[in-house]
């Protein structure tokens, strides 16, 4: 452990698997305070005594991504467990795969509601502790859809990850000035829960679009997301790191 986040503490929503839970484990173990939010309070509570083991200290909140005074509890938690957020990681997401025809507007809405709206909130809600902080860092978990066609899911999904691009560009332009930096990540495809529904014959056809022969992890998302929120960073702000294993370049 380097202690990179001594003295921060990051929220990290979507933390109960995949890329999130990564996230906050190695956060912990460089010294930050978490606050975790998901859907499962199960694997809240596990995720908790983790970091506990660890001697780190974190602070859960299970709810609804989607539902705006979720996003109004979680900002206070952490104001109210360890003085306010130095670092918001939005790792929390969801894809349809209903095509485009098929997609209904109610589909459409869930899907923006908490890929793009609840990181807009909670970004709104957060940047006022960084500000009283003298700064901080922002991490939004996007996606090389939002970069690239993907025909494998809901265009509501490409829509809302490429809505993070732009509004990680804008919101880095009007709070630098306050040393708030922003950034995104654009992971390819991901060994988590969700790829482990695939069937073998989708699983190759991936795997061999992949330049480095392989699926990345979360743990590979979350060293991103660590560089991004640690002062390795402090001169990026506005950008897109594209963590794909080759599949996508720009």
Same mark, same amino acid.
């Given at each position: &452990?380097?202690?990179?986040? *001594?003295?921060? *503490? ?5 933390? *109960?698997?995949?890329i999130?839970?990564? *996230? $906050? !484990? ?16 199960? +694997? ?11 001697? #780190? ?35 929390? #997401? ?24 609840? =990181? ?23 996606? %090389? ?9 809901? =265009?509501?999904? #490409? ?7 732009y ?16 950034? +995104?990540?654009? =992971?390819? =495809?991901?060994?988590?829960?969700? %790829? ?6 989708? !699983?190759?056809?991936?795997l ?6 392989? &699926? ?12 991004? +929120? ?7 702000? #506005?950008? +897109?790191?594209? $963590? ?7």
């Amino acid at each position: &452990m380097q202690n990179l986040l *001594t003295g921060q *503490t990051a929220i990290i929503t979507g933390a *109960t698997s995949g890329i999130g839970r990564a *996230t $906050a !484990r190695l956060f912990a173990q460089e010294g930050a305070h978490i606050v975790a939010c998901g859907r499962r309070a199960e +694997a809240l509570a596990s995720l908790s005594e983790e970091i506990r083991a660890l001697g #780190g200290a974190c602070a859960t909140l299970a709810g609804d991504g989607s539902d705006q005074d979720f996003a109004i509890r979680l900002a206070r938690l952490a104001e109210e467990e360890f003085g306010g957020a130095s670092i918001l990681v939005c790792s929390a #997401g969801m894809a349809l795969r209903a095509p485009t025809l098929q997609m209904t507007r109610q589909e459409w809405d869930q899907v923006m509601a908490l890929n793009l709206t609840f =990181p807009m909130v909670l970004s709104q809600l957060v940047i006022p502790q960084l500000q009283r902080r003298g700064g901080g860092k922002i991490v939004y978990i996007s996606s %090389t859809a939002g970069r690239s066609v993907n025909m494998g899911a809901s =265009p509501s999904y #490409g829509a809302s990850k490429a809505g993070l691009l732009y509004l990680t560009r804008h919101l880095a332009t009007e709070f630098a000035g306050d040393h708030i930096y922003v950034n +995104a990540i654009c =992971p390819g =495809p991901v060994d988590t829960e969700i %790829t482990h529904t695939w069937t073998p014959e989708h !699983r190759q056809k991936v795997l061999s679009s992949l330049p480095m022969g392989r &699926m990345g992890t979360a743990e590979d998302i979350a060293a991103c997301a660590l560089f991004l +929120a640690s002062s390795m960073s402090d001169y990026i702000t #506005g950008e +897109a790191i594209l $963590a794909n294993g080759g599949r996508f370049m720009m």
